[in-house]
């Protein structure tokens, strides 16, 4: 609330508190009007999302508001901003029962609210009855304090819908069905050759502003508020009775014989005795060109409507213009969305090429680096190969059976290792290959690629318990210098190169299934590590190395932080 607040003040250094000042003689006039202060202010800030807003209900005692925006958590924001205007112009205060955290309704609209606000109303609805022909009021407040009223004065005579139509010549009578039951004499003739008396008014137009469906339940609650339609004209080549719309694409003047659509401006008003809402309105029309495609005369516009002055000084306010910059809105607005969908696609093939290509290895090649370039040499690292060693049993299976089985062997490894430190190379057939210390260099690198071999052997068991079919695993660990990089231009892969990698898969193929088999430099390098248990394997002939002292990786178990409770027991014994 506060920051509305501020935002009224700061508004009136530039001017705006004059503005704010002439929107209306009472502060309900300023709510239904405030929608009209937002379409003037969107040309001076065109990227503004103004939000809509317009009185639902009105007593003595306040309003209900109906507040639609695109963002959420302003409904504060709103009240500030309203609760500083009527302090400053219409010296009221405001309140709300309860100012809603979530909105009444979210669409593709946005996020729509149901606010009420208590103030002093009584003058404004004093001043309503007056206008609705009322003769007897009671004490209306300070403003109609003064005013006498002769309680003999005959009731006002009620205007037929005929007489409205005359004065308003481009309006629309229409039932709580949408269906037309009475248009004036210039749109009779604009529409000539396609009644419009009787048909839904859903076929003919659409409602331009504010931007709601073309419901009755929408417009009765318009009462106040500035609404445009769009009313669909039929070119020569449509016949009499074609109901269809036309197309909105402009050609060139030269080359349209009519226009595709007649833009109207007015108010909707609700007449409960008729059970139906009338439309007064007028054309809204740039200039003299416009006013011969429509094939209208200067004559034809009304003169409470200001039109003829209008046109022949060519300062209204151009609702084409208006129109050309929606649309425009609306492409930025798609625009907007296409950028994001561009970086929510960008962020998924990065995600894509860094699980085969270390992050920072990919940034290099994408900023031109040769791809020999990115070979590096490592002082130690730790490699670590994993094999299915019950692939015999898989084959047995359909084949699409078989891959199902082995990629959700692979899912569950990949599980594992996203909790560690560790960086998978590749899965090659039944192997799966896992380094530590590369291509990111840190000096854990043994016991992330430990931590990781023992909880692929507790996922497998999980997997194992959960399916028909057992699986059995192999692993082997084995540390020591190696090269790493990207070689080639097609299809890169980040590659480990040495005798490291060779060993840890002799390490593998001579372990037993079920059993982490890691070499004497793996497991001296381990000792810096509490925690891990091991024991002697003894002497293994390895391929290509000759005989090698090796050891089994047992389990993991943390040691137990001495307490304060253990000590007091060892004193007391």
Avoid at 118 to 138: H, P, S, T
């Amino acid at each position: 609330m506060y920051f509305g607040r501020c935002f009224i003040r700061a508004a009136g250094t530039f001017g705006y508190d004059k503005f704010i000042k002439r929107c209306g003689r009472f502060f309900c006039d300023f709510l239904s009007g405030i929608d009209s202060v937002h379409l003037h202010m969107k040309y001076t800030y065109p990227k503004m999302d103004n939000p809509f807003i317009y009185v639902l209900e009105e007593d003595e005692n306040g309003v209900v508001i109906h507040y639609r925006t695109s963002r959420s958590g302003f409904p504060p924001f709103l009240f500030g901003i309203l609760d500083q205007v009527a302090k400053d112009f219409y010296d009221l205060r405001i309140s709300t029962p309860l100012l809603p955290e979530k909105p009444n309704e979210n669409n593709e609209e946005g996020l729509k609210y149901r606010i009420r606000i208590n103030f002093d109303n009584r003058n404004y609805m004093a001043c309503k009855a007056m206008q609705n022909g009322a003769i007897a009021l009671e004490r209306k407040g300070n403003f109609l304090g003064n005013l006498k009223f002769n309680k003999q004065q005959k009731p006002l005579i009620e205007l037929s819908n005929g007489i409205l139509l005359q004065l308003f010549p481009f309006s629309l009578i229409f039932r709580s069905d949408l269906k037309i039951i009475s248009v004036g004499y210039q749109l009779k003739q604009l529409f000539s050759r396609r009644k419009l008396i009787g048909h839904s008014l859903l076929e003919v137009a659409t409602l331009r502003r504010p931007r709601l469906n073309l419901s009755w339940e929408n417009l009765v609650t318009l009462q106040r508020v500035t609404c445009e339609l769009e009313m669909m004209l039929v070119t020569q080549n449509n016949d009499e009775n074609s109901l269809s719309k036309v197309s909105r694409t402009m050609s060139p003047r030269s080359k349209r014989a009519e226009p595709n659509y007649l833009l109207l401006r007015g108010e909707m008003r609700h007449v409960k005795d008729w059970q139906a809402i009338i439309y007064l309105c007028n054309p809204l029309i740039d200039n003299i060109d416009d006013l011969s495609e429509l094939g209208l005369k200067l004559s034809d516009l009304s003169l409470h409507g200001h039109g003829r002055e209008m046109v022949m000084t060519g300062q209204q306010h151009t609702s084409r213009l208006e129109d050309l910059y929606e649309r425009a809105e609306e492409k930025a607005n798609q625009l907007q969305v296409t950028h994001e969908l561009l970086d929510e696609w960008k962020m998924q093939g990065d995600e894509l090429l860094y699980s085969m290509i270390p992050q920072s290895i990919a940034e290099s090649l994408r900023r031109g680096q040769k791809p020999i370039d990115t070979c590096e040499a490592f002082e130690c690292v730790t490699i670590s190969f994993v094999e299915m060693t019950n692939m015999d049993d898989l084959m047995t299976k359909s084949a699409l059976e078989a891959v199902n089985f082995m990629n959700a062997v692979f899912s569950a490894l990949d599980n594992v290792i996203d909790q560690h430190n560790v960086y998978k190379v590749e899965t090659i057939g039944n192997v799966y290959m896992v380094v530590g210390g590369a291509p990111t260099k840190n000096e854990t690198h043994i016991k992330d690629v430990c931590m990781v071999a023992l909880g692929f052997c507790d996922a497998m068991d999980d997997l194992s318990m959960n399916n028909d079919t057992g699986v059995h695993i192999r692993i082997g660990v084995h540390s020591g210098p190696a090269v790493a990089g990207v070689l080639g231009r097609k299809m890169p892969r980040y590659c480990f190169f040495g005798d490291t990698v060779n060993t840890a898969a002799r390490m593998q193929s001579t372990s037993l299934a079920g059993k982490i088999q890691i070499s004497r430099v793996a497991y001296n390098l381990l000792q810096c590590f509490d925690g891990f248990i091991c024991e002697p394997r003894g002497i293994v002939m390895v391929k290509g190395k000759g005989e090698m002292e090796t050891h089994w990786l047992l389990r993991y178990q943390p040691l137990r932080k001495k307490s304060s409770l253990d000590d007091e027991e060892s004193d007391f014994l």
